[in-house]
């Protein structure tokens, strides 16, 4: 029996159209806010209670809406932008298609408040789920004021998609951000529970890129980019390679004006840094392309967030070009991630030619004695027999031992980042209280705004694994305790590892501990740390004793075992 073809209602398909543009709080954020933008509005207000889900409001002093177009502004394909399809060949206002305001509508109870110049007074309307309930004048000043209340109350199925919170909020912050950044002529506010933040207008980029994302973004660390393509314009700054960032959130890319993502432009600016960053870590770049409308397209998907170019090889490869050309030109030697001892060659060839004698007291501040053995146990008659033979340290990165008649060759770095990772494992499955170290002077760790969201929300979890850390005002951390098997000096690096890691995900708190735990991992014992023989065997020891001794947590071999019988047929002996 053939199936039958009919219309589907008009409230069902305003919420599958809403589906596609609205999918959490931070896409009615983003619309609203880019609609207060084409409006011409130079001071714009947020404000949300909650995650967003219970209420947003977006307030503008722009130029309003005419009473008369009020009820159009709140149906589907309704738009002042376009007349005609030759008009998107030479479109620059952020929303054109008109499907903004009435997806917003059709998955919440919205208010509308508005006011055109050329009117004495303003007017209001209620929708809820689509269904105008009022229609009203008011008094306004001229601007639109647009509140969003119960968001999905009328599709629980996406409700209970959403995130947590915490991730929700980093979320609207995110896009908030992602707004005032490209308009710095604009002054902003942000206002919820437990904070209110505003940023002046301001005369250039870089100024709104400080506001944002902290002082150290200044000339300093920043080298401006601006060069012409024949189908476009580059502007921005870039950072230093010195100046590299422990997360992918600090690069913004824009079209027009309008943040967007793109694989390929993302890909030239790794690319242009490819040859001076250290693995894992990411350059900071703000950029801003001046595009002809006809060169590109936004009607990729209804959240305009991807586009297409018709010459997006030739884009890629001017945009690698110039940006190493500038950070080459103007910037200075990248440093390293991890600061090592520089070693001369006097160092190296007395470190070589002279074995590691047992009576050695050379420790490095990258090793924690506290974390594998005590000052009383090292002293102890028990460590005198060794299971283990150590032979030697070679260049204070490999442990020389025998066992068993095989050379044995550890890297003693990855095998201190297996023996810690077990430790804290160990410690989190028995609740157990990892040893800790409270700081003589607090660390004072400044993050984004969205970061500082994020941070918040899991407080716990770092609290847990020894770290103490707490506000110390919108963006500011200090962080007052920390475990005890991290050093001081790598307390700032782990931490910004952690949060790397955490940046932009939802993960249940186990699976955040044990991000915390690889990275807490890598203030382990490293290459250049000079050990006394009784270290070396104590942290054998320590290996020998692990679930998984043969890789340290991030997957690299920790030792490499050479038969007598592979030797001596090396050496012809065989």
Request: aromatic share 6%; hydrophobic share 35%; with cysteine.
């Amino acid at each position: 029996m053939a199936t039958r073809v009919r219309l589907l209602e008009d409230h069902l398909v305003q919420q599958i159209a809403a589906g596609e543009v609205v999918e959490r709080p931070a896409s009615v954020v983003k619309e609203i806010l880019e609609n207060a933008l084409d409006a011409s509005s130079r001071a714009v207000s947020l404000e949300i209670v909650g995650s967003g889900k219970e209420a947003i409001r977006i307030s503008d002093d722009g130029c309003g809406i005419h009473s008369e177009d009020v009820l159009l502004a709140i149906q589907r394909h309704s738009t002042s932008k376009i007349t005609s399809f030759e008009d998107l060949q030479t479109l620059t206002s952020f929303g054109f298609r008109g499907e903004a305001l009435p997806s917003i509508a059709a998955v919440s109870k919205l208010e509308l408040t508005t006011r055109s110049e050329s009117e004495p007074y303003g007017t209001s309307i209620q929708v809820h789920g689509g269904n105008v309930v009022s229609q009203k004048q008011c008094g306004r000043s001229q601007g639109t004021t647009i509140e969003v209340r119960d968001l999905f109350f009328n599709t629980p199925a996406r409700l209970k998609f959403l995130k947590s919170d915490g991730t929700e909020r980093s979320r609207i912050l995110r896009a908030w951000e992602e707004t005032l950044m490209a308009h710095p002529s604009v002054s902003f506010s942000f206002k919820s529970e437990s904070k209110t933040i505003s940023y002046p207008n301001r005369k250039n980029c870089l100024d709104r890129v400080r506001d944002v994302w902290g002082e150290q973004c200044s000339e300093e660390n920043l080298v401006p980019l601006s060069f012409r393509h024949p189908s476009l314009s580059i502007t921005g700054w870039i950072s230093k390679p010195s100046f590299h960032q422990s997360a992918k959130s600090y690069q913004l890319i824009y079209i027009n004006k309008r943040p967007i993502l793109s694989r390929s432009l993302t890909h030239a600016l790794y690319e242009s840094y490819r040859d001076c960053l250290p693995v894992g870590r990411h350059p900071a770049a703000v950029l801003f392309l001046d595009v002809n409308p006809s060169e590109v397209d936004f009607n990729v998907h209804p959240s305009k967030r991807e586009v297409r170019f018709r010459n997006e090889s030739q884009i890629y490869d001017a945009l690698i070009r110039e940006i190493r050309s500038k950070r080459t030109s103007e910037s200075s030697a990248p440093k390293v991630f991890v600061d090592a001892p520089i070693l001369t060659q006097d160092h190296l060839r007395q470190n070589f030619d002279s074995p590691v004698m047992p009576d050695s007291t050379v420790f490095s501040s990258s090793f924690p004695r506290s974390a594998f053995i005590s000052e009383k146990t090292l002293r102890s008659e028990t460590l005198v027999r060794q299971p283990v033979k150590i032979l030697s340290q070679f260049h204070s990165l490999y442990i020389l031992a025998e066992e068993e008649g095989n050379l044995l060759i550890v890297d003693q770095h990855a095998a201190a980042e297996r023996v810690l990772y077990e430790q804290f494992k160990q410690n989190i499955q028995n609740n157990r209280e990892l040893p800790t170290q409270k700081l003589l002077i607090p660390m004072i760790w400044n993050v984004s705004l969205a970061q500082a969201e994020l941070l918040q929300n899991h407080r716990p979890a770092f609290l847990k694994l020894g770290f103490q850390i707490e506000p110390f005002g919108e963006t500011t951390f200090r962080v007052l305790e920390s475990p005890a098997a991290v050093p001081e000096t790598e307390i700032k690096n782990v931490l910004e590892e952690i949060l790397s890691s955490l940046e932009n995900q939802n993960q249940p708190t186990l699976a955040i501990e044990e991000k915390i735990m690889h990275a807490a991992c890598r203030a382990a014992i490293k290459a250049n740390d000079q050990l006394t023989h009784q270290e070396l065997g104590q942290l054998l020891e320590e290996l020998k004793s692990c679930q998984n001794p043969h890789t340290c947590p991030h997957g690299r071999p920790t030792t490499l075992t050479i038969s007598r019988q592979e030797l001596d047929k090396k050496f012809g002996r065989v």
